[in-house]
Every structure is written in C-alpha cells, then in structure tokens.
C-alpha cells in the first residue's frame, strides 16, 4: 500500500497535459520500484530507467549519427539529414541502466529431459552443463559456486521439475551459502516460472537468454550492436512487467487507473514498451539502409564476399587474421568476442582480393527472437558470394555445434547457392592426437599455426570463380597502351607472357563478365 500511496501523490501532476506520458511514467515505475515479496535482488531498476529514458525521447530531435558499422576499407557514407527517433546519449544511457549486477555467486541448474521432443540426442547432459558453466564464467566477477544436473520428465511445466527433484533443488539451493542468482539453463523461462522459482529460492533467476544478453553487453562496442541487444532486451522487460503486475493485482493496484487516462499501469507500461521497440527498430532500419549501400558499394568495385561463420569461439577471427595478415585483429578465447560485423581484405592466389566478413558466433538452443535482434547483422550473410564454415573440431560436441549452425542457417533462409556452395573448415587440428578427417570434402587447417591455409585459399578461389561467374582468359594486350595498367587495376592478373620483339604480351586474368565487357569497349580494335 505504501507504493500506491507514492503513486497516487503524483496524480494531480499527471493532469498536465504536455507531461502527461512522462509523469504517468515516473508514477508508474515509483510503483514498481520495490523489492519482490521473496526476492530482493528482482527490483525492477530496468523499467524505471526504460520509462524515464523513453519520456525524454519524446521532445528529443537530435540527429541520430552513428551508423555502427565496421568497415576494414576505410568506406564512407553519407550521413543522413533526417532526423532519427534516438540519439547517441539515449542509447549510451539506455545501454548503461540496464547493465546486470556488477557480481554474481551463481547456482547452475541443468534439467536433463529424458524423453519427448526436448531430448538433446547429439549431446549430453554433462557437456551442456560444461557449456552452461562456460556462459557463465565469460562474465567478469561471475563465478559458479555450485551445479547440478537434475533429471525431469515435464519440461514444459511451470516448474519444470517435479515436486520430489523440485524440493531437492530448493534444499540444496539454500543449503550453499553465498548464492546470489540461479541459472537455469533452459532457453526461455515463462514469466509465471521465473516468478515462481524466486519465490522459492530468494535470489534471482536467469535462463540462457538472458545470462547470452549479458555476454552481449559486456562485448557491445558500437552503437548498432548496443541497439540490437537493447530490442532483444524487450522480452524480458515484459516477462518483469507481467511479474510485477501479478503481485500488485494481489494488492489491489496493478487495475487501477492513472488519473484521467483511463489507461491501467499495465496497459501504461505496455504502450512505453511498444513505443520504445518501435523507435529501436526504426533506428536498426536505417542502419540496415546504409548496410545495404555499403553492399553496393563493394559490389560496384566488384570485390568478392566471403563470410566466415561457425559456433562461438571456434577460431573465425583467428582464421581471418591469418588469411589476411591484419594485425589490428585481436582475437580472444571466448564466448561471443565477435558482435560486430568487420571486413577485412586479402589475396587469393590468383592476386584476386576478396573480403572476408567476420560475424557473430552461433549457440545451441538460442532463442529465435534473440536471432531475430540481430538480423541486421546476420543479413550480411546473405548477400555473400560464399560462406565458410569453421567448426572446432577438438570440441567434444563438434557434430551437435554443426548440427545447430546449419539449423540457424536455414531458419534465417539462407539462399541454396550458398548452402550448397559452402566451404567446411575443420579448425584446431592442432589440439587433436593424430588427426583424421571425419568427411572428405573438410578442409583441415590449424589458424593458429597457420597450417592447411594455401589449400584452402585456392578452394576459396575457385568457389569464387564459379559463385560471381568470373572467367579465366588470356588477353593479348599491346605494351605501349594502358591496357596491362588497366587489367592489373579491375581484374587479376595470374601471369605476363612478354613477346619484345612485337611490343606485346599475353596476360591470363581473372575477369568479371561486365569488366572485360568495359575493357572490349575501352580497347576495341586494338
């Protein structure tokens, strides 16, 4: 009662008409600003910085400039003169407000299906528990103080376990001391289950989707990464919402109406929330466009995409540092280093330059809607003329991890001319004893020790060739015009054959259809 009366003081200011949504906002998230009735840790700071952040939004008209996307060449786009629904230091603070509890002493809990469509049949229950504990220990000052695999035959119940294991669990949760969050690693928790298992236990609980948004956050740099975590964030300020309307329907207060509205605190935190997701969404289409022109502009110079993909951590960026000799690649032995989008140039054997894409690493049972978020960045997949598939193949779950690549690929409806045309690339032969390929067309590399990479540089190429419909030619050219200049600029150039006596040569290329197409019209007759 003592939150309705706060925010009932406020309903005489909320009249005001030009601050009516802000107020009915700052009322509302005064009402919600309160510990959970077992679980003090479950405050809902996120809604109250969600709906001051948004109240701010509505007289903001700031240019939106960021455009975050990383470009290895150094191309420039024009900024937009429109003006965008957020700006730089909305989403800075949005970003940071919502940030997870600096520490955390968590309980791992795996439930282990034993039967039903849920059953994991190319893993099992020890390896998901060892990758569980990896997602966790991938957060700064988060530690495992205790786990436990727990057997279930009702996943899809609210408390998932039952009654029997669901008490055992409860038992050895507060019996070890110290505990501030659970991790229960199921993809999503239903908003009744969350509530329900803090009730019990006291302490926060988190899924895999929320414990793989906070490795987002910790690894979000540019301002279009921030934006997508932020919209996957929406489901679970929802879930919180639902939650913490339930227990203020319980007193009474989660019906009532704010001032003259007519609109309930509910319905008042679900418009904000609608609002806000439309005006993320908004910006990440924007974001989108000048993704799209920069597309265009790789392909006006016509330079081949290839993007490199696979699980997390299983050596993507370390591949391309070495294909390409970047050195201002730092790759990192972890979980999710790679957010961003980045593009990096190297050399086929042929002196052909393509571009490599580096893209965020895959997960099993990560939720669609969380892919979704990031479909911005994932679309660049799409439009490449060849993906390569990297899998670690000294990892214990390499087939499952494959097995869940190829199911995201085809959710995201990946065009078959690149499935069929994919490259798979056994990485981390190093780590294995007497290495033996498992399939025939893998190509075994160590990226590390740089092993095995001619052959899948010439691999790469002649899917190149085959992929863009470039050609291989032989050009008689004269020495004494710019043609070789020429050739050498906008095709390349395999080998020089050079007859003195005439003045000429005979130049074998690489050459696009449209390139010889101009180089026909720049040098007929000749």
């Known amino acids: 009662m003592t939150a ?35 679980v003090g840790a479950a405050c809902p700071s996120q809604l109250r910085a969600f709906t001051l952040s948004a109240c701010r939004s509505r007289d903001n008209t700031d240019d939106f400039r960021g455009s975050g996307v990383h470009e290895e060449e150094g191309e420039e786009e024009e900024e937009e003169e429109e003006t965008d629904f957020i700006d730089d230091s909305e989403v800075e603070e949005l970003f940071r407000l919502h940030a997870p509890a600096q520490q955390h002493r968590v309980f791992v809990v795996h439930p282990d299906v034993k039967w039903g469509s849920r059953k994991q049949h190319l893993t099992t229950a020890e390896l998901m528990m060892a990758e569980a504990v990896g997602l966790v220990n991938t957060l700064d000052s988060w530690r495992v103080v205790d786990q436990l695999i727990l057997s279930t035959k009702t996943p899809e119940k609210k408390k998932i376990f039952g009654k029997g294991n669901f008490q055992t669990l409860t038992d050895k949760i507060r019996q070890t001391a110290g505990i501030t969050a659970v991790f229960v690693n199921v993809e999503r928790l239903s908003p009744s289950s969350e509530r329900e298992f803090e009730e019990a236990w006291g302490v926060k609980v988190f899924d895999r989707y929320s414990v793989v948004l906070h490795i987002f956050r910790c690894n979000a740099r540019t301002k279009e990464a921030k934006l997508q975590i932020s919209l996957a964030e929406i489901p679970l300020l929802r879930s919180r919402l639902k939650n913490e309307m339930s227990n203020l329907d319980q007193q009474g207060g989660g019906s009532r109406y704010i001032g003259g509205s007519g609109e309930t605190l509910m319905e008042v ?15 990440l289409e924007k974001l989108r466009r000048k993704r799209s022109l920069l597309r265009s502009q790789r392909r006006h110079k016509e330079f081949p995409t290839v993007s490199v993909l696979g699980y997390t951590n299983c050596g993507k960026t370390t591949l391309i540092k070495a294909l390409t000799g970047d050195v201002g690649l730092q790759p990192r032995n972890q979980l999710f280093a790679t957010l961003d ?36 960045t994932l679309e660049d997949i799409k439009h490449s003329d060849l993906l390569v598939h990297v899998r670690d193949i000294s990892h214990p779950e390499t087939v499952n991890q494959k097995v869940n690549v190829l199911r995201v690929l085809k959710n995201m409806e990946i065009p078959d001319r690149l499935m069929s045309s994919m490259i798979e690339v056994h990485n981390k032969t190093d780590l294995v004893d007497n290495y033996q390929p498992s399939e025939p067309d893998a190509l075994p590399i160590s990226a590390l020790e740089q092993r095995g990479l001619d052959r899948l540089r010439t691999a790469v190429e002649e899917a190149i060739v085959t992929s863009t419909g470039k050609r291989v030619l032989e050009l008689s050219v004269d020495l004494s015009s710019p043609q070789l200049s020429w050739l050498y600029k906008e095709a390349a150039v395999q080998e020089v054959q050079v007859n003195a006596d005439e003045g000429s040569a005979v130049v074998k290329v690489i050459i696009s259809a449209a390139a010889h197409g101009r180089y026909r019209k720049l040098f007929a007759g000749r």
Request: include cysteine; charged fraction near 20%; proline fraction near 6%.
């Open 341 to 376: 989008v980045t593009v990096h140039a190297g050399q086929l054997p042929s002196h052909m330059t393509v571009l490599y894409v580096d893209t965020i690493g895959f997960l099993s049972q990560l939720p669609h809607r969380l892919i979704d978020s990031f479909s911005a």
């Open 4 to 38: 309705l009366r706060r925010a009932l003081s406020w309903f005489p200011v909320l009249l005001r008409r030009r601050a009516h949504t802000c107020l009915t906002s700052l009322a509302t998230c005064r009402l919600l600003h309160k510990p959970p009735r077992a």
């Open 269 to 283: 935190q679900q418009r904000l929330l609608r609002e806000r997701e439309m005006k993320i969404r908004s910006a």
